[in-house]
Every structure is written in C-alpha cells, then in structure tokens.
C-alpha cells in the first residue's frame, strides 16, 4: 500500500510563492499518474495539476501559468511550485497516486 506524505504548506501574502512536497513510499518511476487537489472550506475538492507518462501535465484553468507540477524520480518526491498565489487558492492540498491519497497540507493566501 502507497504512502503519501505532504509538506510545504503554510501562511503566505498575495502574490508570494510556496512549493509543496509529496514523498511516495514507492518507486514513482512506475506510476503513471499522479496529480494534486485542493479542497478549500465548503467546497469539493478540485484537480489542481497532474503529471502522466512520462512528462505530460495539465492545469485547472485557474492556476495555469502559475502553478507548476514536476517529480524527482530519484527522491520519490512529486512538487507543486506555486507562485503569483491569490487569497482564493486558500485550501488544503492533497497528494494523490494509485488511488491513495496523502494528509494533506494546509495552504493560506492572505490579502
């Protein structure tokens, strides 16, 4: 069973940067997808990013030319570069491979 494991949130001003990390207990290189979601206060959780094959990604429209997906094969590790960040990406964000999901990482974006 896949273990994920978030870090990298936090409280930051409009318009600054964070980049979150996920530490996969297995072998990324043979995981085909693996994306992040975020789920902001009475609101479903949404697609963030997600990485396919071999270097495919694809955005929510609310964060493209923003927010970058990226792995380290070598670490395990998958990113979400977050920059240009809006009070409205507020939420808690998740890791998500092989039907397993992390704890997720709590991201606040003040005005």
């Known amino acids: 069973q896949v273990q994920l494991v978030e870090s990298g949130g936090g409280l930051v001003q409009a318009g600054g940067s964070l980049r979150l990390s996920c530490v996969v207990s297995?072998?990324?290189?043979?995981?085909?997808?693996m994306a992040w979601y975020r789920q902001a206060p009475g609101k479903q959780r949404e697609l963030v990013a997600q990485?396919?094959?071999?270097?495919?990604?694809e955005y929510a429209d609310s964060v493209k030319g923003r927010f970058t997906i990226s792995r380290d094969k070598a670490k395990n590790t998958l990113y979400l570069q977050m920059n240009s960040l809006k009070p409205e990406d507020t939420a808690v964000y998740y890791c998500?491979?092989?039907?397993?999901w992390g704890q997720g990482t709590q991201v606040t974006v003040s005005s």
């Open positions: 990485l396919t094959g071999v270097s495919s990604t």
């Open positions: 998500y491979a092989r039907n397993m």
């Open positions: 297995l072998d990324i290189i043979n995981i085909y997808r």
